[in-house]
């Protein structure tokens, strides 16, 4: 081994020091973005954790979640880490979730170690990072990690993983980390890899003496026949058409590319030379390419009409590692170049920043705790009405409720699957985007959730008629639903038989 990979090595390593400040930042990190059980994309993925302790849950309505759930191994990891540890299934999601983020923070600690001369810097851009956890990702509907356990996360951390095994040329490691991100995320494992080919194209390029190479991909598989049914899903998601973004969604496209291009002309040309700002030139550069090429994609795939079926696959979420490893770089830069190491100062910002970012989220869950403890009460009203259900009715129980139920106040996003471990109704908020990717459900989502219209108004005699249409014979509100077999009445919360 040449001395200077062992010099690199050492200082992408980890000592006893990083171990304890990187847990650091986990705790902060989770104090500032909250955590929340069940939220979200979480509606999709712990069902299917319940549904690998359990398969006799869900008997009516599983295939509104298996079918995303079922090619990453994020639900068996859970579900498996609850059974042997005999740990509650709330408390399992916890620890992956924050040892998702500790691990993420070790891979751009990893990172930020290749981009600049002082450990001190370093640490300063991951510490931006740490406070911007959940600021958008422009218009993907995405956040950098979310406060909840999303495979996503433990994705890209392999990812970052592999970017300094890509740089020393150990090509081998970092296909061993990027087929790790796969088991995990599909999706995001695909932009990482596209990210690495581009880090390593010097690299393949001299190996092939200059010689062109066409990689051909089966793309007829991925023009199944659309249905009516799968067009009108794929409408609910307004974040996979640029072309219905708004400006401010455009402006962060095109300022990133521009800050990525405007750091590495100005290492390249006026900082110090050396392998470290040559390291952040040639990141700063294949960054500004990858982006750019995935927008480029992006307007291909969106706009024309005839390609629309390619459209779930979203290449404008290539941006989620652009925007993690600018804030990174960002975070470094303000503090040596801007701030000139003024410690004081720097914290100063960051603890704005952070209290920013902390009324952001305490604004966008403000019926819930912000922390959500294993174990403990929410504070919220349906999840506890949730909460009732799977513990006071029959395990066959199939419910009605309000398809847009995610958005009712005080709800903030919590899936009824995920909480209640009960079969229920379409709806009109997560199912969508099962239904965009595996068209076959489209037609069962489709009938369900427009015998639904107007849910709001609903009384006994609509509900019978779902009882009869699709076996539904529980229905849970908020409101009172003129059935007289309601156990649970609580909170403005209704839950009743119907009968």
Same mark, same amino acid.
């Given at each position: 081994?040449?001395?200077?990979?062992?010099?690199?090595?050492?200082?992408?390593?980890?000592?006893?020091?990083?171990?304890?400040?990187?847990?650091?930042?986990?705790?902060?990190?989770?104090?500032?973005?909250?955590?929340?059980?069940?939220?979200?994309?979480?509606?999709?993925?712990?069902?299917?954790?319940?549904?690998?302790?359990?398969?006799?849950?869900?008997?009516?309505?599983?295939?509104?979640?298996?079918?995303?759930?079922?090619?990453?191994?994020?639900?068996?990891?859970?579900?498996?880490?609850?059974?042997?540890?005999?740990?509650?299934?709330?408390?399992?999601?916890?620890?992956?979730?924050?040892?998702?983020?500790?691990? &993420? #923070?070790?891979? %751009?600690?990893? !990172?930020?170690?290749?981009?600049?001369?002082?450990?001190?810097?370093?640490? +300063?851009? @991951? /510490?931006?990072?740490?406070?911007?956890?959940?600021?958008?990702?422009?218009?993907?509907?995405?956040?950098?990690?979310?406060?909840?356990?999303?495979?996503?996360?433990?994705?890209?951390?392999?990812?970052?993983?592999?970017?300094?095994?890509?740089?020393?040329?150990?090509?081998?490691?970092?296909?061993? &980390? #990027?087929?790790? %991100?796969?088991? !995990?995320?599909?999706?995001?494992?695909?932009?990482?890899?596209?990210?690495? +080919?581009? @880090? /390593?194209?010097?690299?393949?390029?001299?190996?092939?003496?200059?010689?062109?190479?066409?990689?051909?991909?089966?793309?007829?598989?991925?023009?199944?026949?659309?249905?009516?049914?799968?067009?009108?899903?794929?409408?609910?998601?307004?974040?996979?058409?640029?072309?219905?973004?708004?400006?401010?969604?455009? #402006?962060?496209?095109?300022?990133?590319?521009?800050?990525?291009?405007?750091?590495?002309?100005?290492?390249?040309?006026?900082?110090?030379?050396?392998?470290?700002?040559?390291?952040?030139?040639?990141?700063?550069?294949?960054?500004?390419?990858?982006?750019?090429?995935?927008?480029?994609?992006?307007?291909?795939?969106?706009?024309?009409?005839?390609?629309?079926?390619?459209?779930?696959?979203?290449?404008?979420?290539?941006?989620?590692?652009?925007? #993690?490893?600018?804030?990174?770089?960002?975070?470094?830069?303000?503090?040596?170049?801007?701030?000139?190491?003024?410690?004081?100062?720097?914290?100063?910002?960051?603890?704005?920043?952070?209290?920013?970012?902390?009324?952001?989220?305490?604004?966008?869950?403000?019926?819930?705790?912000?922390?959500?403890?294993?174990?403990?009460?929410?504070?919220?009203?349906?999840?506890?009405?949730?909460?009732?259900?799977?513990?006071?009715?029959?395990?066959?129980?199939?419910?009605?409720?309000?398809?847009?139920?995610?958005?009712?106040?005080?709800?903030?996003?919590?899936?009824?699957?995920?909480?209640?471990?009960?079969?229920?109704?379409?709806?009109?908020?997560?199912?969508?985007?099962?239904?965009?990717?595996?068209?076959?459900?489209?037609?069962?989502?489709?009938?369900?959730?427009?015998?639904?219209?107007?849910?709001?108004?609903?009384?006994?005699?609509?509900?019978?008629?779902?009882?009869?249409?699709?076996?539904?014979?529980?229905?849970?509100?908020?409101?009172?639903?003129?059935?007289?077999?309601?156990?649970?009445?609580?909170?403005?919360?209704?839950?009743?038989?119907?009968?």
């Amino acid at each position: 081994m040449s001395s200077s990979l062992v010099e690199r090595q050492g200082r992408t390593g980890f000592q006893a020091r990083d171990f304890f400040l990187l847990a650091l930042f986990t705790l902060i990190a989770l104090f500032i973005h909250g955590y929340h059980l069940g939220i979200e994309d979480q509606a999709i993925y712990l069902p299917g954790v319940h549904y690998d302790l359990n398969p006799a849950l869900y008997p009516h309505d599983a295939e509104f979640f298996l079918p995303q759930v079922r090619p990453t191994l994020i639900d068996e990891i859970v579900a498996y880490t609850s059974k042997l540890t005999h740990i509650s299934v709330a408390g399992s999601v916890f620890f992956w979730h924050m040892l998702s983020m500790f691990l &993420l #923070l070790a891979g %751009a600690l990893r !990172v930020a170690r290749r981009c600049f001369e002082r450990d001190r810097e370093a640490w +300063a851009g @991951l /510490a931006l990072l740490t406070v911007l956890f959940t600021i958008p990702v422009t218009g993907t509907a995405l956040y950098i990690v979310d406060q909840y356990l999303h495979p996503r996360t433990l994705a890209t951390a392999f990812i970052l993983f592999a970017i300094p095994c890509v740089l020393d040329r150990q090509f081998l490691r970092a296909t061993v &980390l #990027l087929l790790l %991100a796969a088991l !995990v995320h599909i999706q995001m494992a695909f932009f990482g890899g596209l990210f690495l +080919a581009f @880090l /390593a194209w010097p690299w393949i390029y001299d190996s092939l003496q200059g010689r062109a190479v066409l990689f051909g991909l089966p793309l007829t598989t991925l023009f199944e026949p659309e249905s009516p049914a799968w067009r009108e899903a794929m409408l609910t998601r307004e974040q996979h058409f640029l072309l219905k973004w708004h400006w401010y969604e455009w #402006l962060g496209i095109f300022a990133p590319l521009a800050l990525l291009w405007w750091i590495g002309s100005m290492t390249t040309r006026s900082w110090k030379q050396g392998e470290i700002a040559g390291f952040r030139a040639t990141l700063c550069r294949m960054l500004f390419w990858y982006g750019s090429f995935c927008f480029v994609v992006a307007l291909i795939v969106t706009i024309p009409q005839r390609l629309e079926r390619l459209t779930p696959y979203q290449p404008m979420r290539g941006f989620h590692l652009l925007y #993690l490893l600018l804030f990174l770089l960002i975070g470094g830069l303000l503090y040596e170049r801007v701030l000139h190491a003024r410690t004081g100062v720097y914290a100063v910002l960051l603890l704005a920043t952070a209290g920013g970012m902390f009324y952001a989220q305490r604004d966008l869950f403000p019926g819930t705790r912000h922390i959500e403890w294993p174990g403990r009460d929410t504070g919220n009203r349906w999840v506890r009405a949730f909460v009732w259900i799977r513990e006071n009715t029959p395990r066959e129980a199939y419910f009605a409720i309000d398809p847009r139920y995610m958005q009712r106040p005080g709800e903030d996003e919590h899936g009824f699957r995920a909480f209640a471990q009960r079969s229920v109704l379409a709806d009109w908020d997560k199912d969508p985007g099962v239904v965009c990717l595996f068209p076959a459900i489209g037609e069962k989502w489709q009938e369900q959730v427009h015998a639904q219209d107007g849910f709001a108004k609903f009384g006994r005699d609509e509900l019978l008629q779902l009882r009869q249409r699709f076996g539904a014979d529980w229905v849970i509100a908020d409101r009172s639903v003129g059935l007289t077999a309601c156990p649970y009445q609580k909170d403005g919360i209704y839950v009743c038989k119907i009968e």
